[in-house]
T-cell receptor, first 115, second 114 residues
Framework: AQTVTQSQPEMSVQEAETVTLSCTYD???????LFWYKQPPSRQMILVIR??????QNATENRFSVNFQKAAKSFSLKISDSQLGDAAMYFC????????????FGKGTRLHILP | NAGVTQTPKFRVLKTGQSMTLLCAQD?????MYWYRQDPGMGLRLIHY???????AKGEVPDGYNVSRLKKQNFLLGLESAAPSQTSVYFC?????????????FGQGTRLTVV
């Protein structure tokens, strides 16, 4: 069974600094998607970034980028120039590409931004 | 464009009572999911559906039942509520044929069982 592990329950970063959130996953499949979702205090889930496993190039969305290491089954999220609005719970998620259609989430990392 | 709507937003139940949570989406999505979110546990999949008339068990299905009689609706039922089912419940949906597509979530239902 696929699993997603986020080993950092909480992290803090100074405003304008860079922070990296870790995620590892376990799967026997070779084609899948990985995601990072953000959940601010409003509870609304927001897609931050996604990565296709068959693409070697790391995905980037403005200040958000990932470090995808397929062999190591690692998918970390880097937030550059942290802003107060980045304070939220961040979830790493996995979805197999071809069947089953489940989306599996990690336990989340709560990110605090220090002014 | 409403997206995914959950009803109700809040509910307090007594142990042993039953209730149904409704999830409705207006995006013609094929796949729908029910998750529960508990502190330190992340989002855990309860049940999901890959199309009208189909349902499947997730990670934590015990104590819950679901139905998908209409494509746009996914119902989550608690037949005999227990305090362990106190949680925030989220419904989500995704379009067919696009496993990399963004999942759209409802605003959540906070359920307290006393």
């Amino acid at each position: 069974a696929q699993t997603v592990t986020q080993s950092q329950p909480e992290m803090s970063v100074q405003e304008a600094e860079t922070v990296t959130l870790s995620c590892t996953y376990d799967t026997s499949e070779s084609d899948y998607y990985l995601f990072w979702y953000k959940q601010p205090p409003s509870r609304q889930m927001i897609l931050v970034i996604r990565q296709e496993a068959y693409k070697q190039q790391n995905a980037t969305e403005n200040r958000f980028s990932v470090n995808f290491q397929k062999a190591a089954k690692s998918f970390s999220l880097k937030i550059s120039d942290s802003q107060l609005g980045d304070a939220a719970m961040y979830f790493c998620a996995y979805r197999y590409m071809n069947r089953d259609d489940k989306i599996i989430f990690g336990k989340g990392t709560r990110l605090h931004i220090l002014p | 464009n409403a997206g995914v709507t959950q009803t109700p937003k809040f509910r307090v139940l007594k142990t042993g009572q039953s209730m149904t949570l409704l999830c409705a989406q207006d995006m013609n999505h094929e796949y729908m999911y029910w998750y529960r979110q508990d502190p330190g546990m992340g989002l855990r999949l309860i049940h999901y559906s890959v199309g009208e008339g189909t349902t499947a068990k997730g990670e934590v299905p015990d104590g819950y039942n679901v139905s998908r009689l209409k494509k746009q609706n996914f119902l989550l039922g608690l037949e005999s509520a227990a305090p362990s089912q106190t949680s925030v419940y989220f419904c989500a949906s995704t379009p067919p044929g696009r496993p990399g597509a963004e999942a759209f979530f409802g605003q959540g239902t906070r359920l307290t069982v006393v």
